[in-house]
């Protein structure tokens, strides 16, 4: 009779590894595999930042600050919160409650908020901005002021990114309509009060809360079939070493599955 399969680990260096290196090549790359309906929505997408910019971004940007009171002020700083430092303390939270109270899936939410986060705000959005270079609306440059590399970093808004891809992870794996509610509706105040501070545009802000969701949720996805796959093989480290052999010499091919 063979052996009870060992108890799955709270936590791993070695799975996490597992996850960040399934995540750098399945969401980072992911475009490179997209097919006409991938295309279809990323435009789909485009198009809507572009409505918003053309239809919102000065009128919401005339009208919140027309409304700015000192109260007001201090409840946006603290609600931006939620697109930095706090938002890490949420997931720090998860990671307390599920270490101490052996709670893989809060864990889970830890770890893969941590991966979105690095993806998305670590690495898309600062990207992004670079490259695209909009200036803040408190610059005085105007809406449609772009200059790629010049270090305007107004596009997309790093705040909104980081919120939705902690709501977007938190929201996956709960699956509670109250759960999804509460996480996208905190993150949708952050956005709104990144507007209402003068630091980005409404369509900044959509961008955002679009690249954040889609991160999130592809880096849920992604990790959950190398959970799965890693409970199936036993959580081993699988090398596999194929000679090569070929006309002007050779050489071998190494494939390592986690």
Known sequence: MPPPPAPVPVFSFEETGALAAGDATGVLLAPLKWDGTDWLKFGGATA?????GFL???TL?????RSRTSSRDDAASVIACFGSGCSFAVLGGFAVFGFVGKNREAMNIAVDGVLASAIASGVAAPVSKLVIGRARPNAGEGASHFDPFSGDSSFPSGHATQ???VAAVVAAHDGR????VVSYGLAGSVGLARVYQDAHWTSDVLAG???GTVVGNAVVKVNDRIRTDRRVSGGRVSILVTPLFLRKGGGAAVLASF
């Open 48 to 52: 809507a930042v572009v409505a918003t």
């Open 56 to 58: 919102l971004d000065n």
């Open 61 to 65: 940007h005339d009208a919140t600050q």
């Open 163 to 165: 919120a939705f891809a």
């Open 177 to 180: 309509l109250w759960v999804g």
């Open 209 to 211: 809360a679009i690249l």
